[in-house]
C-alpha cells in the first residue's frame, strides 16, 4: 500500500522542464529521508536525488547524471517534496518514484531502494520531440 503520492510528469520537449511533486498521504508517515527514484525499461531502479531533513544533516544529494539540471526541495512539516528538473534530455525518461525512510540514511545506503519504507506508485516522464 503506497503511502506517498506523486503528482506532476507528462511529456516534454528536450531542453524543456518539469516538476514532480510528492507527498505523504497520512500524516502518520514519519520521516528523517525523502527521495527520487526513477526506473525506465530493463534497467534497475536508480536514485535520483535524496534530501535528509534538518537534524539528519539537511542535506540534498544528487545523482552525477542530474546534478545542476535537477533540483529537490521539500518541507518536513507536511512530509512533501520536489522535483525541478530542466535542461531535460531523452536519456531522462523514466518512471520517476518518490521514496522515504524513517531512518537517516548515511551516503552509501541512500542508493538502496530496500532501505525506503515509503514509495508512491511512480509518475511517468517522458522527454522526446
Known amino acids: 500500500q503506497e503511502q506517498l503520492m506523486e503528482s506532476g510528469g507528462g511529456l516534454v520537449q528536450p531542453g524543456g522542464s518539469l516538476r514532480i511533486s510528492c507527498a505523504a498521504s497520512?500524516?502518520?508517515?514519519?520521516?528523517?529521508?525523502m527521495a527520487w527514484f526513477r526506473q525506465s525499461p530493463g534497467k534497475e531502479r536508480e536514485l535520483v536525488a535524496s534530501?535528509?531533513?534538518?537534524?539528519?544533516?539537511?542535506?540534498?544529494r544528487y545523482a552525477s547524471s542530474v546534478k545542476g539540471r535537477f533540483t529537490i526541495s521539500g518541507e518536513k512539516a507536511t512530509n512533501t517534496v520536489n522535483l525541478q528538473m530542466n535542461n531535460l534530455k531523452p536519456e531522462d525518461t523514466a518512471v520517476y518514484y518518490c521514496?522515504?525512510?524513517?531512518?537517516?540514511?548515511?551516503?552509501?545506503?541512500?542508493?538502496?531502494?530496500?532501505?525506503?519504507?515509503?514509495w508512491g506508485q511512480g509518475t511517468q516522464v517522458t522527454v522526446s520531440s
Open positions: 521514496a522515504a525512510s524513517s531512518r537517516g540514511l548515511i551516503v552509501s545506503s541512500q542508493g538502496i531502494p530496500n532501505n525506503y519504507e515509503y
Open positions: 534530501y535528509r531533513w534538518s537534524g539528519y544533516g539537511g542535506m540534498p
Open positions: 497520512e500524516r502518520t508517515v514519519s520521516t528523517a529521508i
